[in-house]
């Protein structure tokens, strides 16, 4: 039978082709069309679309890294008229044109994160500005969707979006498969222990942090290695010189999910992360995260129960190290929620459920 259709208008994704957020619809239009029964995912080809997303796209990004104190182009999606798509709902990622004539939208998007915004050299008026615009996306959709339970909250406390139109839609992860408790158990029971540090902005994540942490004295006496893969690309920086510490420049996605399931800890312990979808393939491998202590990486750790929680301070990091190191049955146990948390979030069946539902949802507001 003929399923519906949800048309992405969402910034091309050639623009940060790596960006996890563009990856994140793509995965999603080809695993919906492989697995659903009533809906499939198409992307927008309209060429003043893409043009004028694309461009503003640039804008927002050169001039948050070269901390402008004006914009250099106006960020805003509202000045864009377009004859009303064939499809039947939109599936409108980071904004959408208000003066189109649209079928009901649903908007995804994140709360605006104040520290991130102003260090990456947005000004207070931008940001205001950012904000403003978001409030009228949100009242203006006719559903609204976010990536965790704490940005739904936020959503509806902050930008007035209905909870009974909200719904929260983690990231699509359909190359990543659960792995079996029973390896979970044999792994954690083994030595020496495996530390792994994945990310690309290595300071930005907490490198510098982890690496003293791992040379401290509170881990000199522990039996474990550390493995980094990472491509630096925002600024090499001094490494000890520590033969437990292994240095891989760059790694395939199957690279990185085969040194996941070796690992016994992933420790990222970013100063600024707005999710980190590593930690869901780290959770995916049975492999315990040590993360922020902040949102949204506590609600994806529930709480501690799932993993690590720190501050990026040396002490902090090495104290977690230390602790879920000394202690296989406690590492196992987290191990073993996480994977279980994997498994009814962010396995693909799961996910393909909850589009659904929200696109479904979206399709009956206007009915």
């Known amino acids: 039978m003929d399923r519906f259709v949800a048309l992405d208008i969402s910034p091309r994704h050639f623009v940060r082709p790596k960006n996890s957020d563009w990856r994140h619809v793509r ?5 919906l069309g492989a697995l659903s ?7 927008s080809v309209d060429p003043g679309f893409l043009a004028r997303t694309n461009f503003n796209y640039l804008s927002k990004a050169v001039r948050g890294r070269m901390a402008r104190p004006q914009a250099i182009f106006e960020y805003n999606f509202v000045k864009f008229g377009a004859s009303r798509p064939r499809a039947d709902i939109i599936f409108s990622y980071g904004g959408f044109p208000l003066d189109a004539n649209l079928p009901p939208i649903l908007y995804q998007d994140s709360p605006t994160d104040w520290d991130a915004q102003l260090k990456y050299g947005f000004t207070v008026k931008q940001i205001e500005d950012e904000i403003v615009l978001k409030k009228e996306l949100v009242q203006r ?20 979006a209905d909870p009974q139109r909200t719904h929260v839609l983690p990231y699509f992860t359909p190359y990543l498969d659960g792995v079996e408790a029973a390896d979970v158990t044999r792994k954690h029971a083994s030595g020496p222990v495996e530390i792994l540090f994945v990310g690309r902005e290595a300071r930005r994540k907490g490198l510098d942090v982890l690496l003293q942490a791992f040379v401290s004295d509170k881990m000199r006496s522990v039996d474990a290695r550390l493995t980094i893969v990472s491509t630096f690309v925002d600024g090499q920086m ?6 437990r510490i292994t240095v891989i420049p760059g790694a395939t996605v199957d690279e990185v999910q085969r040194l996941m399931r070796r690992a016994h800890i992933f420790a990222m312990p970013s100063r600024i992360e707005t999710f980190g979808i590593v930690y869901v393939e780290a959770m995916a491998a049975g492999t315990v995260c040590v993360a922020p202590n902040r949102e949204p990486q ?6 501690g129960e799932r993993g690590g929680l720190v501050e990026c301070e040396v002490d902090d990091v090495a104290d977690a190290l230390a602790k879920l190191c000394a202690d296989d049955t406690l590492r196992c146990d987290m191990a073993l929620r996480s994977l279980a948390y994997f498994d009814e979030v962010y396995s693909t069946p799961a996910l393909v459920r909850q589009f659904e539902k929200a696109f479904s949802a979206t399709l009956a507001s206007r009915r």
């Not at 009533?38 to 992307?43: D, P, V």
């Not at 959709?141 to 007035?160: F, I, Q, S, W």
């Not at 001094?238 to 033969?243: F, I, K, R, V």
């Open 27 to 31: 995965l999603l239009r080809d695993n």
């Open 238 to 243: 001094e490494l000890p010189t520590d033969e």
């Open 37 to 43: 029964q009533a809906w499939t995912l198409e992307m």
């Open 298 to 303: 506590i609600g994806l750790m529930g709480g």
């Open 141 to 160: 959709a006719d559903h609204c969707a976010v990536t965790t339970p704490h940005a739904r909250k936020l959503l509806v406390d902050e930008y007035g």
